[in-house]
């Protein structure tokens, strides 16, 4: 089990950065072994990949949307992964997830992860 806390969302004008933390309460052993993926949901739309780091954080993946703006990286001795968004434009406004999947293969499907936090909301103004 592990359970998993995000911080750091805001409101940011356009353009703007913002930097989303995702905490996890489990053993520095566990969180290791868990892929780590950041999803958004915008009001009237489904929950979308935004970016991903692999167990043991050997590999990131990124949306195409996203890639180029945002950075994630992962700190397993402290068990946290930070998103790090840049050049933020009002289309990023949403509730901004993270999610932890023990499987090994890599998978942007939501249903595919096991455990998720609450959400924080980023809104980006024009």
């Known amino acids: 089990q592990v359970q998993l806390v995000e911080s750091g969302g805001g409101l940011v004008q356009a353009g703007g950065s913002l930097r989303l933390s995702c905490a996890a309460s489990?053993?520095?052993?566990?969180?290791?072994?868990?892929?780590i993926c950041w999803f958004r949901q915008a009001p009237g739309k489904e929950r979308e990949f935004v970016a991903a780091?692999?167990?043991?954080?050997?590999?990131?993946y990124y949306a195409d949307s996203v890639k180029g703006r945002f950075t994630i990286s992962r700190d397993n001795a402290d068990n946290t992964v930070i998103m790090k968004m840049n050049s933020l434009s009002p289309e990023d406004t949403a509730v901004y997830y993270c999610?932890?999947?023990?499987?090994?293969?890599?998978?942007?499907?939501?249903?595919?992860?096991?455990?998720w936090g609450q959400g924080t909301q980023v809104t980006v103004s024009s």
């Open positions: 999610a932890a999947s023990t499987r090994v293969l890599f998978t942007i499907r939501p249903t595919e992860y096991d455990y």
């Open positions: 489990s053993s520095t052993r566990t969180f290791s072994t868990y892929t």
């Open positions: 780091i692999t167990r043991y954080g050997g590999v990131t």
